[in-house]
């Protein structure tokens, strides 16, 4: 699924880098936790989380992790928003929660990690 399109799912707002018009997610893992982020290979993996500091971001860059949902509404500051625009990271703002973006992603053909 493009980025536009997962943009739209979840009535989402795109910020951070320009979005890579054909970059493909295919996976999706939901974690607050960024050490469980860690453990797993995450090529074309949009990450559901609700923490919403730089640490997402860093631990988004190891991981190459290139789009991330933030769920609950949170809101990037103007770091957070910098540090993903010079990481080539697309930020996804939406106002549902973390089980309801699962939900809906799942329910749109996106797999789970594991």
């Known amino acids: 699924m493009k980025i536009r399109e997962l943009a739209q799912l979840v009535d989402g707002e795109l910020t951070g880098a320009p979005v890579d018009e054909f970059y493909e997610v295919e996976k999706a893992f939901a974690s607050d936790l960024m050490s469980d982020v860690l453990r797993f290979s995450m090529d074309q993996t949009v990450l559901i989380t609700g923490l919403c500091n730089n640490q997402t971001l860093r631990t988004c860059e190891m991981a190459d992790i290139k789009v991330i949902l933030m769920g609950r509404d949170k809101q990037p500051d ?27 992603l799942y329910g749109a053909g996106i797999k789970p990690l594991y």
Request: aromatic share 8%; proline share 0%.
């Open 78 to 104: 103007e770091d957070m928003i910098e540090l993903a625009i010079d990481s080539d990271i697309t930020i996804i703002k939406s106002k549902y929660s973390i089980f309801k973006l699962s939900g809906i």
